[in-house]
């Protein structure tokens, strides 16, 4: 019986934190640019912006692949972001007040 309740509040804890992880998506977004440092910037910057856009806060480490070629360098930034219920009060994607 004892292991019945256990396994019953083990389903019930993995439903609720299944619901709480429903609103993530994984967001990504691309900057291209002559130099590497620069295209990185503008991929991960990117990124700050569209998850700001869509009401999103980034969780986890944010994922940046570039690629080298033809001349200019191309970088592919993405993170896992989740809906906020409370949104922040913020100027743009980088100034936030804490909350």
Partial sequence: ????KLGLA???ICAFSATAQANCVRVGSVGEFASHDVAAL???NGLKNIIY???REGKGPVSLKCDDSS???TCRASQMA???TTPKTCLGAWLCLPG
Avoid: E, N, Y
């Fill in 1 to 4: 019986m004892r292991s019945l």
């Fill in 10 to 12: 083990a389903a019930v």
């Fill in 42 to 44: 503008f991929a991960t």
């Fill in 53 to 55: 856009g869509q009401g």
């Fill in 71 to 73: 001349g200019t360098t």
């Fill in 82 to 84: 989740c809906q906020v």
